[in-house]
């Protein structure tokens, strides 16, 4: 499993959208991107994550960031989520979980004394230079899009000066 810190250069990859086209990070070299892992489509948190994000799109894009979600769900899971709660995110499909892994998020979750693998909510702001800025790992929903907001805000204005 990897230990990724910030600081470190995010791993590259590839995956498959909602459409089911290829996605790649390194595409969008020279933006900064928000990069979250969740468990699984249309649950209560990772609907309300979701939202979250979606309500700050237009916050996110004027600061030149892109909302990039990855869950082990299909692409057509996604298509689905996406209609169904009108999301303006990218979602990527990793059912293979090599993404999940090479982020370290696909852990040993435990629930009612059950052992199973899992994806833990994460994310990951990653900056233009593909450089890893800030992690949030183990992340509560509450709030938690408007603290990526108001950090990816601080980086930003960071390197401006």
């Not at 892992?37 to 309500?55: I, L």
């Not at 009612?112 to 693998?117: L, T």
């Amino acid at each position: 499993m990897a230990t990724l810190k910030a600081g470190d250069l995010s791993p590259d990859f590839i995956l498959d959208d909602a459409e089911g086209k290829p996605w790649r990070l390194f595409d969008n070299a020279g933006k900064w991107r928000v990069l979250y892992f969740y468990p699984r489509d249309n649950t209560s948190g990772c609907t309300t994550e979701a939202k979250d994000f979606t309500n700050l799109a237009n916050e996110f894009e004027s600061v030149g960031a892109v909302v990039i979600g990855v869950s082990a769900d299909s692409s057509a899971s996604h298509q689905k989520f996406i209609k169904k709660h009108d999301l303006k995110l990218t979602l990527l499909s990793d059912p293979e979980h090599r993404v999940l892994e090479s982020y370290g998020v696909w852990q040993k979750k435990k629930m009612a004394g059950r052992e199973y693998m899992g994806i833990v909510r994460s994310t990951f702001l990653i900056g233009p230079d593909g450089v890893i800025k800030k992690i949030w790992p183990k992340v509560s929903v509450k709030g938690h899009a408007e603290q990526v907001f108001q950090d990816l805000v601080d980086h930003v204005s960071a390197d401006q000066s």
